[in-house]
């Protein structure tokens, strides 16, 4: 294998369309571009994934490549999903960290990874070990399984041994760990300053224990971590002393290593998208993500050829990384499990009944009932018993997530279940206008529902629910996201999270606001000030 394709190989490349574009054939057939990523922009009916990832396979094949591509996604469900319509939609991190049942991310993990294969996805990006303790944190919260080292690994372990079970390579993320830091590095670079004793017992304690039990990939954070790293801003992706040091000789972690996307601004605007791609090969790294653009990806490919041609990378390093890599492939992909030569049929597994019947179950378990002062809830279901129920516009959402799943369908099941019921759809952040017209109706119901979706401090989200309290004491809130929005409330007497609006969770929560299903989920953070109902 000549140069360029050795470096192809350590490649993860995404691009636009349900369909293989020119650009993406011709660094499969020219670089043998070792691994693709889907995004939602990629993803559509699971008849139109399976066909896209076998024109994949199939251009590869004919390419000379001696194994399929790596295709991944970030699969992490919940908050974070790329699989749409005629899939099973599946709870995300903290809501199994809310079920407190290892079994139950096993389940969902083997699940995910069956559906993922069937169509032709064969590594996911997932599990997400970083511990959420900081209630800020704009990019991690509820896609962790909660503030408790121990059972963010336990939890990590089981949904990673899950997707194993059934096939897919895993990858832990975000190395050194994501959960503490109040900027998100898709938009900035962000800093954790504890020292190191801090991080082994909290950040690297679900790094290390998934290590040791079969990690296959892991993904880095494009964080600053000075106790590791005394080079003023650098990332941890561009660091020899975090991945060389501390994962491969200090952690014995002898697997894959990627970056995460190189195109993220905590990269792209400090040192470059094809300079951080050398820098991480040189720092240890076995794949360099570029997610998005054609531009930075060739100029990247050809940046760390010339880096190898010219010493700056020994020539060892590319070979080390080849040959994790080629390691990895012969372990979980064969060219005898692909049908090239013919139209796949999609398994009846996909968005099936078992499937579906596994999670309502999880969903059951896991959405939490907080605060349920006076015994306010269950509701009635009688058209006597006036209710509104009021929620915002779903516009607030991370990076990271699917712009195609913005959608709300509480007030939805709301009535479904309350036809009399009257569902009023505010914008995000609700007006000041709004606000009053609310607080003034809410004088005519007997009881008030509001969704709430991750309301800061000070926000119009939390001025409506004080101004609706203020005239009518029967207030019901359910946190539709972060669990974090009681913090802000301290005296609503109803209080409900479902940790993320996936349609399952919120029609979950509308079945135990009346009765219909008793929800057993625990906090799998803290709330300052408040006492969970137990």
Request: glycine letters at 8%; aromatic letters at 6%; proline letters at 5%.
């Amino acid at each position: 294998m000549d140069l360029k394709k050795k470096v192809g190989q350590l490649m993860v490349f995404g691009f636009n369309g349900k369909e293989a574009t020119p650009e993406i054939k011709q660094l499969i057939r020219d670089y043998h571009l070792g691994a693709i990523i889907l995004f939602g922009r990629n993803i559509g009916t699971p008849e139109e994934v399976l066909h896209l990832t076998t024109e994949l396979q199939r251009e590869a094949k004919e390419a000379g490549h001696k194994h399929p591509l790596l295709i991944c996604t970030d699969q992490e469900n919940g908050a974070v999903r790329r699989l749409g319509e005629g899939t099973t939609v599946f709870p995300g991190a903290m809501l199994l960290g809310a079920t407190n049942n290892p079994d139950n991310a096993f389940k969902v993990g083997n699940a995910t990874g069956k559906e993922l294969k069937a169509l032709g996805i064969n590594w996911n990006l997932s599990p997400v070990l970083d511990v959420n303790n900081n209630a800020e944190n704009p990019v991690i919260g509820v896609r962790s399984f909660g503030e408790t080292p121990s059972n963010v690994s336990l939890l990590g372990q089981q949904l990673m041994k899950g997707m194993q079970d059934a096939g897919v390579i895993t990858t832990l993320k975000h190395f050194p760990g994501h959960g503490d830091t109040s900027v998100d590095s898709h938009l900035d670079l962000p800093t954790i300053e504890h020292d190191l004793e801090r991080l082994e017992v909290t950040e690297l304690l679900p790094f290390k224990e998934c290590i040791n039990n079969g990690a296959d990939t892991v993904m880095t954070a494009h964080i600053c971590f000075p106790a590791i790293e005394s080079q003023a801003g650098l990332p941890a992706t561009l660091s020899k002393k975090v991945i060389s040091g501390l994962l491969r000789e200090k952690l014995h972690f002898d697997g894959v290593v990627t970056t995460d996307c190189m195109e993220m601004k905590a990269v792209s605007e400090t040192f470059g998208t094809p300079k951080g791609a050398v820098e991480a090969i040189k720092a240890g790294v076995d794949l360099v993500m570029i997610s998005h653009n054609y531009t930075p990806q060739i100029r990247s490919l050809e940046a760390v050829i010339e880096a190898v041609e010219s010493g700056e990378i020994e020539n060892s390093v590319i070979e080390s990384a080849l040959s994790r890599i080629t390691k990895l492939k012969e372990t979980y992909l064969n060219w005898d499990d692909i049908p090239l030569n013919e139209k796949g049929k999609v398994p009846e597994l996909v968005g099936g009944k078992e499937h579906l019947e596994m999670v309502n179950e999880v969903y059951r378990q896991g959405v939490t009932v907080v605060k349920n002062d006076g015994g306010i809830l269950p509701l009635l279901n009688d058209k006597a018993n006036r209710v509104l129920m009021v929620y915002p516009e779903n516009i607030s959402t991370m990076v990271v997530e699917d712009k195609r799943y913005s959608t709300f369908s509480l007030g939805e099941s709301i009535k479904e279940i309350h036809p009399s019921a009257e569902v009023v759809k505010l914008s995000n952040p609700p007006t000041d206008d709004e606000i009053q017209e609310i607080s003034k109706k809410a004088k005519q119901f007997d009881t008030v529902i509001i969704a709430t979706l991750s309301a800061q401090k000070g926000s119009n989200q939390i001025k409506l629910v004080e101004k609706v309290f203020e005239v009518n004491k029967r207030v019901i809130v359910v946190a539709t996201r972060s669990p974090y929005d009681l913090s802000n409330l301290p005296d609503i007497p109803g209080y409900i999270c479902t940790y993320e609006f996936t349609t399952p969770a919120l029609r979950t929560a509308a079945e135990a606001i009346y009765g219909e299903k008793q929800v057993e989920g625990k906090l799998p953070i803290t709330l300052p000030n408040i006492i969970a109902q137990m």
